[in-house]
């Protein structure tokens, strides 16, 4: 089996480029982006209080593993059908609302949270969770910060997808205003800065090829990452 770990800063493209990797070679695929988002949606709608300097680690550490080990938690592997769910329903667009935007450092950065997610990650790319159809496939594209580093660092293809502060920034204001309704929206250098503590994918490991696509297009991206997976096969 194929495993491809892509890591990289908000608004560089991850997701998308993700997606159609995984598609265009038959593979599953998994943002673990979206994983923290529904753990900070879920902390959220429990009404713990995230706005503060300093959260209570044990709270949202329990809150947390309620979700993941309870098995309320579902999200779909099947690039062309993807879904995020807690207790069967379908949480997609309300993770990546503005406030959870916002307060998913808050969560991600508590180090027992990342712990347990990123064992649950394990589980999605060794075929032990998810979906059957998907979880024993030829290979899985896997999405995030850590993924290249801590996740899979034995992952046959690792890559650290980057592209220059400004682009991102004008990359992802043009997604929260077209596809969001949303006026303005968020610094993906504050959100980068709020990561940085706990995970460090602004720099590639040894063995992690870089690929900056400030001045590439999406397919132009795509057909690299193509190759770089067709490398290794
Ligand atoms: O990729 P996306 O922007 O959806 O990720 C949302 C948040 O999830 C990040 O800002 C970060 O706090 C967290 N995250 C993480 N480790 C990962 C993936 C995402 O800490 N592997």
């Known amino acids: 089996m194929i495993r491809v770990a892509i890591d990289g800063p908000a608004g ?19 943002d673990t982006g979206a994983m923290y988002r529904a753990a900070a949606w879920w902390c959220l ?54 406030d959870v935007s916002l307060h998913v450092s808050k969560v991600s950065n508590v180090i027992p949270v990342r712990h347990l997610l990123i064992a649950a990650q394990r589980a999605y790319i060794d075929g032990e969770a998810g979906e059957d159809s998907f979880s024993q496939g030829a290979g899985v594209v896997a999405e995030g910060r850590d993924i290249t580093t801590v996740v899979e660092p034995e992952a046959e293809v690792r890559v650290l997808l980057t592209a220059r502060p400004e682009v991102r920034q004008a990359r992802r ?28 994918f602004l720099d590639a490991a040894p063995g992690v090829t870089t690929l900056d696509n400030s001045d590439l297009t999406f397919e132009q991206t795509l057909d690299r990452l193509i190759e770089l997976v067709d490398d290794a096969i």
């Open 173 to 200: 204001s043009g997604q929260s205003s077209i596809s969001r309704g949303v006026v303005g929206s968020e610094d993906v250098s504050a959100r980068d800065k709020a990561d940085s503590g706990t995970t460090n």
């Open 12 to 30: 560089v493209g991850k997701s998308s480029t993700s997606k159609a990797l995984a598609k265009y070679f038959g593979y599953a695929y998994l």
């Open 45 to 98: 709608q429990q009404g713990i209080d995230l706005d503060a300097d300093s959260v209570d680690e044990r709270i949202v550490t329990q809150c947390v593993a309620d979700l993941f080990t309870d098995g309320h938690f579902d999200i779909g592997l099947d690039p062309d059908r993807p879904y995020v769910r807690v207790n069967g329903n379908e949480i997609g667009d309300a993770i990546r609302d503005a």
